[in-house]
Every structure is written in C-alpha cells, then in structure tokens.
C-alpha cells in the first residue's frame, strides 16, 4: 500500500508559479509511475503530467506542457510539479497518484493522495 501526501498548494495571481510536493510511504516508490490529476468544480478528474519510475520519461497535457514540470527524488520518495505561467483555468484540486506503468487515463491509477488545492485569481 502506498500512501501518498500533498502538499504545497494555494492562492496565486494569474502568470505565477507554485511548487506542489508529493511524499510517498512506501519504500518501493522508486518503482512506481508518478502522476498528477486535477479536478476543476463541475469537471472530471483529468491527467496533467506523469513520470515514470526513472524519472526518464515525462508526459503531459496539451494544456499544461511547456508551463508545468514533472519531476522526481527516489532517494526522498517524492515528486513535484512546478507550475508556471499559471492562468485562471488551473484552477483545480490537484492530486498525486502511482501505478506501474505511464497513463493518461485517471483509472488507470491505483493509490492517490487527498488532494490540494490551487487556486489562480484573474
């Protein structure tokens, strides 16, 4: 079972950046594909970004790539999301979550986090 803590979350003004943290429980995170999802008030939960377990590979949203960045300490069992050029839109619950293997499909992940939220002022 792998537990999973966000963190890092808050109010900013469009066109600023913030930092979201996940740390996992589980010492085997190091295998683990690392995502994260957001969920917007009315919307579904939708993919944003994924790293997997080497940190080799990224993939992201066509709407977040080019502003947001995945990234990875295996050594800390954490992963961030630093997040730049943010606009009203991404406003969101964001939420880390692992599996095996990178997907852009949320069900396609097993454990998540509670949530934080982020929340850009026009």
């Known amino acids: 079972q792998v537990q999973l803590v966000e963190s890092g979350g808050g109010l900013v003004q469009a066109g600023g950046s913030l930092r979201l943290s996940c740390a996992a429980s589980?010492?085997?995170?190091?295998?683990?594909?690392m995502a994260w999802l957001r969920q917007a008030p009315g919307k579904e939960r939708e993919f944003a970004a994924a790293?997997?377990?080497?940190?080799?590979?990224?993939s992201y949203a066509d709407s977040v790539k080019g502003r947001f960045t995945i990234s990875r300490d295996n050594a800390k069992k954490t992963v961030y999301l630093q997040m730049n050029s943010l606009k009203p839109e991404d406003t969101a619950v964001y939420y880390c979550?692992?599996?095996?293997?990178?997907?852009?499909?949320?069900?396609?992940?097993?454990?998540w986090g509670q949530g934080t939220q982020v929340t850009v002022s026009s």
């Open positions: 589980e010492r085997t995170f190091r295998t683990y594909t």
């Open positions: 790293i997997s377990w080497s940190g080799g590979s990224t």
């Open positions: 979550a692992s599996t095996r293997s990178v997907s852009r499909v949320p069900n396609a992940y097993e454990y």
